[in-house]
């Protein structure tokens, strides 16, 4: 009931494409959920995240929806580029954060 | 601005020695820290996390132990090193929700022969 699952494991779009990346979670209790970007050799960096109070969040290129009687959400990168290509996970909290598996997104021109 | 800093950036060690790494924090007080591990291919997992000097939570029990000397300084050791304590180790912090990292630093690459 902890696991966030998230899915596709890679990813590759061309550049300009849509980059979609879902998540699922099973705890009710879950009320914050950030996405974090990875580059190969660094930390995750927080990209965006979302309060269940609201269906949709948007910081430019980057749009999480929320699905709370779906008990999904999802990232969206709207015109991928290439500099985009890095590891995504998604992650939900209470009192902890759970992460997600991961992403590995991949833009090619 | 607030950075945070991990050492060392790699690191490979034989089975059972011991193993100390060092996160510091610039350009905030009181922060809440936590340490993560990141195996191979893999999501990350909370080790340690600490809301103040000498408070320590522990998430998994293992052979690592952390401590907060400091109120911007956390470290990570173990006395004796197992193979599957090999990964990416990550440092974070926030001022928010104690359970919500917003800034992670560099890591270190530990590898365990």
């Known amino acids: 009931q902890q696991q966030v699952k998230q899915s596709p494991q890679s990813l590759i779009v061309q550049k300009g494409g849509i980059s979609i990346i879902n998540c699922a979670y099973e705890?009710?209790?879950?009320?914050?959920f950030p996405w974090y970007q990875q580059f190969p050799g660094k930390g995750p960096a927080l990209l965006i995240a979302?309060?269940?109070?609201?269906s949709e969040k948007k910081e430019g290129r980057f749009t999480i929806s929320f699905n709370k009687s779906a008990k999904q959400f999802s990232l969206h990168i709207m015109d991928s580029q290439p500099g985009d290509s890095a590891t995504y996970f998604c992650?939900?909290?209470?009192?902890?954060?759970?992460f997600g598996t991961g992403t590995r997104l991949q833009v090619f021109p | 601005s607030q950075t945070i800093h991990q050492w060392p950036a790699t690191l490979v060690q034989p089975v059972g020695s011991p193993l100390s790494l060092e996160c510091t924090v610039e350009?905030?007080?009181?922060?809440?820290l936590y340490w993560y591990r990141q195996a191979a291919g893999r999501g990350l997992q909370l080790l340690f996390y600490?809301?103040?000097?000498?408070?320590i939570s522990s998430e998994v029990p293992q052979n690592l132990s952390a401590s907060r000397p400091q109120d911007r300084q956390f470290i990570l050791s173990s006395k004796k090193l197992l193979l599957s304590d090999s990964g990416f180790y990550l440092c974070?912090?926030?001022?928010?929700?104690?359970?919500?990292?917003?800034?992670f630093g560099p890591g270190t690459r530990l590898t365990v022969l």
């Open positions: 979302i309060r269940p109070d609201v």
């Open positions: 705890n009710t209790a879950f009320d914050y």
């Open positions: 992650a939900a909290s209470t009192d902890k954060l759970i």
């Open positions: 350009g905030t007080s009181n922060p809440n």
């Open positions: 974070a912090w926030s001022v928010t929700s104690p359970a919500v990292p917003q800034y």
């Open positions: 600490s809301v103040g000097i000498g408070q």
